[in-house]
């Protein structure tokens, strides 16, 4: 039986370290930083980062499945606030960097903030979709799905939200959330190193 609970903070860890699994080879990441262990360890870093700084900003929700944690999603209101540089330094970035490489995650950044341009663009009342991952040992089982209809979207109008967005990096998450009434309004392009990524972004009106 699944659950969903608001993240708590001594799940906060558990919680990143989970995406940093969800996410080891996932195109968004493996074309920037291509050496599969460097990638984790830059991946974990991150995502703590990005957890620790983001921990107040945004909302964290988990799915635990008999009482095991098996997702976790984080929703940015319309009104959200990016964290500064500083507080992501303070929340582990440099780790990032320097498990990354400055120029690989540079060119990351720049990557995800055009990728995400078209959702930031959105009506005033959509909500951003930031990260929806499931623990790959509970892919295939339907988590992802039921955490959409059964919590976030419901959490969404709950809270007075008119559309929900995100973009995705892969062809396997596009089918994902078409299947899960999402409607595609925006697709580009992205290079690096010689190779190419696709980035395509979703919207659900509620």
Not at 84 to 106: K, P, T
Not at 129 to 140: E, H, I, K
């Amino acid at each position: 039986m699944l659950s969903f609970e608001r993240m708590q903070r001594a799940d906060l860890l558990s919680c990143a370290n989970l995406a940093a699994r969800a996410f080891g080879d996932y195109e968004y990441f493996s074309i920037y930083v291509e050496d599969d262990r460097k990638r984790q360890r830059f991946l974990r870093a991150l995502l703590r980062s990005e957890f620790r700084s983001n921990q107040n900003n945004a909302t964290f929700i988990t799915a635990k499945k008999d009482g095991v944690l098996t997702a976790v999603a984080m929703l940015c209101a319309p009104d959200y606030k990016k964290p500064s540089d500083g507080q992501y330094l303070r929340s582990g970035y440099l780790a990032a960097m320097f498990h990354g490489g400055v120029r690989n995650v540079s060119a990351w950044n720049e990557m995800e903030k055009q990728a995400s341009a078209p959702c930031h663009a959105l009506g005033e009342n959509t909500w951003y979709l930031s990260l929806l991952t499931v623990d790959p040992a509970y892919a295939g089982q339907g988590i992802g799905s039921g955490i959409l209809r059964d919590c976030l979207i419901p959490y969404v109008r709950q809270q007075g939200g008119s559309a929900l967005c995100l973009f995705t990096n892969s062809q396997r998450n596009r089918l994902f959330y078409q299947k899960n009434g999402f409607t595609e309004f925006h697709a580009q392009q992205f290079s690096y190193n010689g190779m190419q990524i696709g980035s395509w972004s979703y919207h659900m009106k509620l």
